[in-house]
């Protein structure tokens, strides 16, 4: 009779504990739905978007991967996505041939981790007064082609693949 009670104790534990294993599992994968675009991201460290920044010539035609809040997706075609930085407005474009992925816009305020390769341009005077004005028409912002004194340095991540981290419930 003890024999047949421990039986059902020993049973009724390993089936609570499938039982909480199952909801855990649920409960993982209900709170994970990162969305993977292209090739995703292989390597394993993250290069910090401010350093990039603070000497993008360094690194232009390194392969990096970085991480950060999306701060703007092409309204267009949905072919780039910018990520912050950590220091105030410091942005890297993550850019990707048109219609080889599509960023979503809803994507704004979610963070991502992007891989690819970083693109550094030194624009002239001239180039820059006309990226300036490029920037500014595109984001309803003034410009004062005055205000353009020194070539500009763009870099750009021209990405291979992304995951964007979906932080919603």
Same mark, same amino acid.
């Given at each position: 009779?003890?024999?047949?009670?421990?039986? &059902?104790?020993?049973?009724?534990?390993? %089936?609570?504990?499938?039982?909480?294993?199952?909801?855990?599992?649920?409960?993982?994968?209900?709170?994970?739905?990162?969305?993977?675009?292209?090739?995703?991201?292989?390597?394993?460290?993250?290069?910090?978007?401010?350093?990039?920044?603070? #000497? $993008? !010539?360094?690194? #232009?035609?390194?392969?990096?991967?970085?991480?950060?809040?999306?701060?703007? &997706?092409?309204?267009?075609?949905?072919?780039?996505? *910018?990520?912050?930085?950590? +220091? $105030?407005?410091?942005?890297?474009?993550?850019?990707?041939?048109?219609? *080889?992925?599509?960023?979503?816009?809803?994507?704004?305020?979610?963070?991502?981790?992007?891989?690819?390769?970083?693109?550094? !341009?030194?624009?002239?005077?001239?180039?820059?007064? +006309?990226?300036?004005?490029? +920037?500014?028409?595109?984001?309803?912002?003034?410009?004062? $082609?005055?205000?353009?004194?020194?070539?500009?340095? %763009?870099?750009?991540?021209?990405?291979?693949?992304?995951?964007?981290?979906?932080?919603?419930?």
């Amino acid at each position: 009779m003890l024999a047949r009670i421990l039986l &059902v104790v020993a049973l009724a534990a390993g %089936v609570s504990a499938c039982d909480k294993g199952s909801e855990s599992k649920a409960a993982t994968v209900a709170k994970t739905h990162d969305k993977t675009f292209g090739a995703g991201v292989k390597l394993a460290q993250a290069t910090p978007i401010d350093t990039i920044l603070a #000497n $993008p !010539k360094e690194w #232009n035609g390194k392969t990096v991967r970085v991480e950060g809040m999306i701060v703007d &997706v092409c309204p267009k075609r949905g072919c780039w996505m *910018e990520l912050a930085g950590s +220091q $105030p407005g410091s942005k890297l474009k993550f850019k990707v041939t048109d219609g *080889e992925m599509v960023f979503p816009m809803d994507a704004k305020g979610q963070r991502a981790s992007a891989e690819g390769v970083i693109a550094v !341009k030194e624009l002239s005077i001239e180039e820059s007064k +006309q990226y300036a004005e490029y +920037q500014a028409k595109e984001y309803g912002k003034p410009y004062d $082609p005055a205000s353009i004194t020194a070539p500009t340095v %763009v870099a750009r991540l021209d990405g291979t693949g992304a995951v964007i981290h979906d932080s919603k419930p």
